[in-house]
């Protein structure tokens, strides 16, 4: 059984604030990790994607995996009022014949307070 | 790039009928499509993997004759949902792998289609 976990929430941080989200994952062959972000009543929009330990940044957002321990995190700096949203961490994994899927956490929700 | 529309956006329909639901890659080819389904306050499942001209693979607990999949063409796949009933009112959501993305294969999302059977 793939598994990912993430806190729900709300975490609320206040505008201009660093909002850390965090995500584990059962399945240790996981090679890809993804954060989509999704507002109310809209489909998911993929944020990032990383693969490689470490951190990796793309303006606002930060990625940051750790394979050893895996998780896998998503920090945005000078959050905004407009960041408000659920955030899905997601996870790769090879489900036979050359395909793959992704495993969907339940997502956190996030509240920037202006 | 690597835009998903999905059509209808929203649909009511009465318990028994059958709705039909497109996913379409508009700028490029798409040989696998993800059909998903979320309920309110619960995240994305997947119902099942759709792959141009072969049938779609199922995840368990899924009914495969009452959500029919035909990935009839690189571009396009539709989920009809046959009888629906009350329960099956959902948040269906799409998506398609962009084989364009490096080896990585992001999944992009289309927008949903917002499902309420009567």
Same mark, same amino acid.
């Given at each position: @059984?793939?598994?990912?976990?993430? !806190?729900?929430?709300?975490?609320?941080?206040?505008?201009? #604030?660093?909002?850390?989200? !965090?995500?584990?994952?059962?399945?240790?062959?996981?090679?890809?990790?993804?954060?989509?972000?999704?507002?109310?009543?809209?489909?998911?929009? =993929?944020?990032?994607?990383?693969?490689? !330990?470490?951190?990796?940044?793309?303006?606002?957002?930060?990625?940051?995996? !750790?394979?050893?321990? @895996?998780?896998?995190?998503? =920090?945005?700096?000078?959050? @905004?009022?407009?960041?408000?949203?659920?955030?899905?961490? #997601?996870?790769?994994?090879?489900?036979?014949?050359?395909?793959?899927? =992704?495993?969907?956490?339940?997502?956190?929700? =996030?509240?920037?307070?202006? | 790039?690597?835009v998903v529309s999905q059509h209808p956006?929203?649909?009511?329909?009465?318990?028994?009928?059958?709705?039909k639901i497109e996913c379409r890659s508009l700028d490029f080819q798409a040989t696998t499509m993800f059909w $998903?389904?979320?309920?309110?306050?619960?995240?994305?499942?997947?119902?099942?993997?759709s792959n141009e001209g072969s049938?779609a693979?199922?995840?368990?607990?899924?009914?495969? +004759?009452?959500?029919l999949i035909n990935h009839a063409s690189l571009t396009l796949s539709t989920l009809t949902?046959?009888?629906?009933?009350?329960? +099956?009112?959902?948040?269906?959501?799409c998506s398609a792998r +962009?084989? *364009?993305?490096? *080896? $990585?294969?992001?999944?992009f999302?289309g927008? *949903?289609t917002?499902?309420?059977?009567?």
């Open positions: @059984q793939k598994e990912v976990e993430q !806190n729900s929430g709300p975490l609320s941080v206040p505008e201009g #604030a660093i909002a850390s989200l !965090n995500c584990t994952y059962s399945d240790r062959g996981s090679q890809s990790f993804f954060w989509y972000r999704q507002y109310s009543g809209k489909s998911p929009e =993929l944020i990032m994607f990383i693969y490689s !330990n470490g951190d990796k940044e793309d303006g606002r957002f930060t990625a940051q995996l !750790n394979k050893a321990s @895996q998780y896998v995190s998503l =920090l945005i700096r000078d959050s @905004q009022p407009s960041d408000s949203a659920t955030y899905l961490c #997601a996870v790769k994994w090879d489900s036979g014949a050359g395909s793959y899927q =992704l495993t969907f956490g339940k997502g956190t929700k =996030l509240s920037v307070i202006p | 790039g690597a956006s929203w649909v009511i329909c009465k318990s028994g009928t059958s709705v $998903y389904r979320q309920f309110p306050k619960q995240s994305l499942m997947l119902m099942a993997t049938k693979t199922y995840e368990q607990g899924v009914e495969k +004759d009452k959500f949902v046959t009888s629906a009933h009350p329960e +099956d009112s959902s948040f269906y959501i +962009d084989p *364009g993305t490096g *080896g $990585y294969n992001e999944q999302f927008p *949903g917002r499902l309420t059977v009567l």
